[in-house]
């Protein structure tokens, strides 16, 4: 069952703007978390944020989450060309023990 | 350093013939999982694993079979592979404490073909 959906489905900017993706998902959550996926690879962990934390911050990220909305952001800052990469949402439902289930991804591509 | 790895890391098969994917976590983690990854559907879960010999299905566990006998290694089965299961497979581990999930790692993932 798909849970978070991710929006836009692909993004292009230029290297030093900032890129923002959205979060969507139905149910109530234990937490929300956002991997990057580098093309055709293992998925890295970002950030964890939880059911009660509204912002987080990691380097140049910034998570938001709004539970009475059932939506999280994901801001990257000054983007580089590394940052090229697919990003997940991922939420851990309150009915599914240790359970995380995965958005279909935003594709971030970042020009030099 | 801390790592999943999985073998092997591509695979291309035919219809019907037994074959085995390898996982190992090098960081103690209880938990266990494998995904599959299909183009415009996300990672979805197979099966998954919260210690030695607790396995239990996913989303998505039908043609596949896993294993724990040893807290580091998660194997997945495909016991008669079909085309529909040409994938990307990923395994991934993780600690477990309390009913939240805490971050999982990632193994570099296997592509599998089956023709």
């Known amino acids: 069952s798909q849970q978070g959906e991710e929006d836009p489905q692909a993004l292009s900017i230029q290297e030093g703007e900032n890129a923002t993706m959205n979060c969507s998902y139905k149910?109530?959550?234990?937490?929300l978390q956002w991997y990057r996926q580098n093309s055709g690879r293992g998925l890295v962990h970002l950030i964890l944020i939880r059911s009660n934390e509204r912002e987080k911050h990691s380097g140049r990220l910034r998570v938001t989450l709004d539970t009475s909305k059932k939506s999280s952001s994901l801001l990257i800052t000054a983007s580089r060309a590394a940052d090229t990469a697919s990003y997940f949402c991922a939420t851990d439902e309150v009915t599914g023990f240790q359970k995380l289930v995965f958005g279909t991804g935003t594709r971030l591509l970042v020009s030099p | 350093e801390a790592q999943v790895t999985q073998n092997p890391r591509y695979l291309i098969t035919v219809t019907g013939k037994k074959l085995t994917v390898t996982c190992s976590q090098n960081?103690?983690?209880?938990?266990m999982s494998w995904y599959r990854q299909d183009p415009g559907l996300g990672l979805r879960q197979i099966y998954y694993s919260m210690n030695v010999e607790v396995t239990d299905k996913g989303d998505v566990p039908e043609g596949y079979k896993v294993s724990r006998k040893e807290k580091r290694n998660f194997p997945l089965i495909l016991e008669s592979p079909s085309p529909n299961q040409t994938s990307l497979y990923f395994c991934a581990s993780s600690s477990v404490g309390g009913f939240s999930s805490y971050e999982q790692y990632f193994g570099p993932g296997t592509r599998l073909t089956v023709t």
């Open positions: 960081m103690n983690h209880e938990y």
């Open positions: 149910t109530s959550i234990n937490n």
